[in-house]
């Protein structure tokens, strides 16, 4: 029964990283109403030795984005998926309810944009999903929180 259950923590990350260590960071929830709190990754980025900045200014801007949904809903890694999308672009694809399932599955998926400070755009992306067993995404929240902020400061 063991192999039925998964906690694994899927991470897809896009772009290049930059040195965040060199002009500090600001923190900021990309959906100012969002019903669903970001997890505590600015915090996460502190202990690791980040400087945190009120406001942009020279630094970089990290937006994060945080979901719940219907582990049969899917989501995908692009804007819109197209009729026949490869695999590699669902993060997790829709799936029919199975009889033996538990009917109330989440797909619990946090979002990073590095926002260059130059540019304004993009300069990485870093996204890292679980599904979960639980009716909202339980304690998932920390997890992820743990795996987006290793992308963003590894090794500090």
């Given amino acids: 029964m063991a192999g039925c259950v998964s906690n694994k923590i899927d991470v897809v990350e896009s772009g290049a990283r930059p040195d965040l260590r060199a002009r500090g960071v600001t923190v900021a929830q990309a959906d100012k109403a969002a ?4 997890p505590p990754v600015a915090a996460k980025l502190q202990a690791a030795g980040l ?11 990290v937006e994060l984005s945080y979901s719940e949904r219907p582990s049969k809903v899917g989501a995908y890694a692009g804007p819109e998926p197209a009729a026949g999308a ?5 993060v997790a694809p829709p799936e029919k309810p199975r009889w033996w399932a538990p009917r109330r599955g989440q797909l619990c998926t946090l979002t ?31 997890g992820l929180s743990t795996a987006v902020a290793g992308r963003l400061a590894p090794a500090l």
Avoid: F, H
């Avoid at 400087?51 to 942009?56: F, I």
């Avoid at 490869?86 to 669902?90: D, I, V």
């Fill in 86 to 90: 490869a695999p590699e672009a669902w």
């Fill in 112 to 142: 990073a944009r590095v926002i260059n400070p130059a540019s304004g755009g993009e300069a990485y992306r870093v996204r890292a999903s679980v599904k979960g067993r639980q009716p909202d995404c339980g304690e998932a929240a920390e």
């Fill in 35 to 38: 019903t669903v709190p970001a």
């Fill in 51 to 61: 400087l945190m900045r009120d406001a942009p200014g020279d630094g970089y801007l």
